[in-house]
């Protein structure tokens, strides 16, 4: 039985359909990411997911427990990273897990044993004591998770936990992440920062307008854009005669597969380094003066940039 | 519990917030003593207008021969100066007192005479219009006298009967009218005079709670615009444990800043909130139980926490100007008093008087029921509107 289940799932607000008929299923133990910029409809899969909003239609099951139904009976087994900071910040980081945790059912020993496990886990034993409000944004972001975790949750759900962090946070928060899975924590993680998702997850579901439009292995969504590699030509503005070079490009590559913007010439192909010679000796017979060249290998930018046409972050 | 949890929460977080302990503590006990000070004169002054000329309507069913020396050799001789006698039939009485043309009146029992002279007590009944509060305490106190003392000289010069006791003054007990608009009091219920520090540490306090109520409420709307509401929705925590654990918060919160104003404004200013400690503490409970019921329905009403500070700040000001909080009551008519006392805080502060006054637990009863009642009803009204709210947003 998978863990999570979800069956065309749709959610309107008003006239605006935020999200558009989702299907996918998490299996246990699964690191599962979803993938799309920003206001593509992820945070709101994840509200209905985690029982929070009703959906206009669809189904979601969390094992045997039906989550439209029994919303309190499967939040018992999921925690969520909001992508908020929900703490008291006058609250110590120790006060914040005892409140959160006592709104789980814990209590007594069994809360302060967890409690003393998260703090381990967060990386925040020694300032256990001192006020959320005192703390870096990454170290909120990790008493932030350490709230969701407390009560062992089968499915942890992270709504974008990295937002606006610095990168040692980031890195601990993803060892976190990493750990919890290892340790037999399904996961879904959602993203616009491809890296995190290309690193954590083994499946990933890609987001846009409120629909899925791809899922599946990093590998599995490489191959269908055809496995191929962006060559980036950074070209110099003055010398640049946009009306020649794309004539040329337009006999070099007559199936179009290359962009022309601003100063920079991008080109999608399988196999960059057969065609790179040509193609620089191309460009700077037309009088136009290169400053560089990358070559950079297929990744979840250039699957979302193949699908969408657009930039993750545009 | 977890509701419990919830409270104990919003108290640690109100009790770490130096600002808001500021406003809740020191500034009532610091506004106490500015306007005690200040207006102690003009309350005075407004004492010494009232107790000027006023007319008393007598009803004289007796037909003895001391109620007429109470009736013209006191009343009318004795104290021309400051009442004008004017006879009146019961029903008479009734009707004018009713129609507030006639503020204070009396009517003397058919036995009066014999009752007196015989030791059984006094048998006279004073109507007033609710919260004459010094014409009535005049007229008592003209009367507590004569059962004292003038009845016993008079009977002795007039008709030579030894009269036993009469040191007792007890007048016949009366229950308030079928109509509201009519008080009947006893009149042996001994009215002391409040001073300005006592009547200012009841309207300052019952109007710092009602803007501890507005704040309280305020930060339940500024959590629901956050994401830690989101969160507790997603928790074990049902939805009315949720709203009960807020309100409770806020009752304690409340209930502990009028412990504090009452006991600060005693030991410091030595304020006397009369002898009845049980009434003071159950008029306390049943006001703040009012006011936060009233709170929570206002609060249903507004979505956002801007919104409802600026609505709580003016709905706070107004209902403290008309609840007697900024000015003195005695300044308003008697009738503008009477409806006020439809607003929590202005039927707190004329309850808290009365029993500055030396009321009893018992005299408060139909004033803490009364605000618990409308409390409830509030508060369930509100709930209503707010599940109903959650219903449409939340699963």
Redesign the interface.
Known sequence: MSMLTVQDLQKSFGKFEAVKGVSFTVEKGESFGLLGPNGAGKSTMINMITGLYPPTSGEIHMKDIDVIKSPKQAQKWIGVVPQEIALYQSMSARENLRFWGRMYDLSGNSLEKSIDQVLEIIGLTERAKDKVETFSGGMKRRVNIGAAILHKPELLIMDEPTVGIDPQSRNHILETVKRLNSEGMTIIYTSHYMEEVEYLCERIGIVDYGQLIASGTLRELRESIGDHSRIFLTIEKDHLSEEKLTKSLLGFFPEKNFELQDHQVMVFHKEPQLILSDFIQLVTQTGTKITSVNIVEPNLESVFLHLTGRKLRD | M?FW??SW?DL??IV??KKALLTLILMPLLLIAILGSAFGDMMKEEETISIEKFTLGVVNLDQGPLSQVLTDDVLSKKLSKQIKVKYYQEDELYSRIKNHKLEVGIIIAKDFSQALMNGNGTKVKLISVPDTVIKSTIVQNVLEQFSRSIPIEAAVSQIAQPVQGGEQNSFVQEGYGENDLLKETTVDAKTIPVSSFQYYAAAMGVMFLLMTVVQGVSMMILEKE???F?????????YPNYLLGKLLGLIILCLMQASIIIVGTSLIFGVDWGESLSGIMLLTFAFVVNACGLGVLAGSFIKTEKAFNVAGMFGTQIMAALGGSMAPLYIFPDWVVFVTKILPNGLALQTYLKLMSGAAVSDILPAFAGSIVLGIAFFSIGLFRLSLERRG???
Do not use: G, H, I, S
């Open positions: 977890k949890w919830l929460k640690l977080l770490r917030d956050q994401e830690v989101k969160r507790l929705l997603l928790t074990n925590l049902t947003k939340y699963a």
